[in-house]
């Protein structure tokens, strides 16, 4: 026996099949396509933490460095495994404490060198000191580096009336 569709319905059922084959072939695309690889955000990662190590942060922020290194080595091995959304937050994680190190290295660059330069004028001011030790008039507080200072006479005789000067003599009243 032989079945005789109507000719109508045949062509419904093969227009719905092949609505329904092209549906999943442009959903299967459309997955694939959904996340494209963050190759910015890598990148972007990858030149802050080699920012971070040019600024330091081996010796100053050591921890954040590490963690840096740790969340782009795990960003790399999402890229290779093809989990872009998860490459793409770990890449951002990474810049992140890659900013961070960096941040900390400068600040502990400062203060090393504030702390050299402290040090510098501690011992500039004992050298100074030592220097001044044996000097008998005492340099007044108010008085800069420029000026010189002559020291207070030690005669406290009043000048003879008249204030005429008498010549010193050896000879005690003699010629």
Do not use: W
Request: proline share 8%; with cysteine; hydrophobic share 40%.
């Amino acid at each position: 026996m032989v079945h005789n569709l109507p000719s109508k319905a045949l062509s419904q059922g093969r227009r719905l099949l092949a609505v329904a084959a092209l549906a999943m072939a442009i959903a299967t695309l459309a997955g694939c396509a959904s996340v494209p690889p963050p190759d910015g955000a890598m990148n972007q990662a990858l030149a802050q933490l080699q920012a971070a190590r040019d600024a330091g942060a081996a010796d100053y922020a050591p921890v954040d460095l590490d963690y840096a290194q740790s969340k782009f080595r795990q960003a790399q091995a999402a890229m290779a495994s093809r989990k872009y959304d998860e490459a793409a937050a770990l890449a951002e994680e990474s810049r992140a404490d890659s900013e961070l190190a960096r941040a900390k290295a400068r600040l502990g660059a400062a203060r090393a060198q504030n702390t050299a330069k402290s040090q510098e004028n501690s011992r500039m001011r004992v050298e100074m000191i030592d220097n001044h030790a044996n000097d008998t008039v005492p340099i007044p507080s108010n008085v800069h580096e420029s000026e010189t200072v002559l020291p207070e006479p030690t005669d406290s005789t009043p000048p003879p009336p008249g204030g005429q000067t008498q010549p010193l003599n050896d000879n005690q009243g003699g010629q």
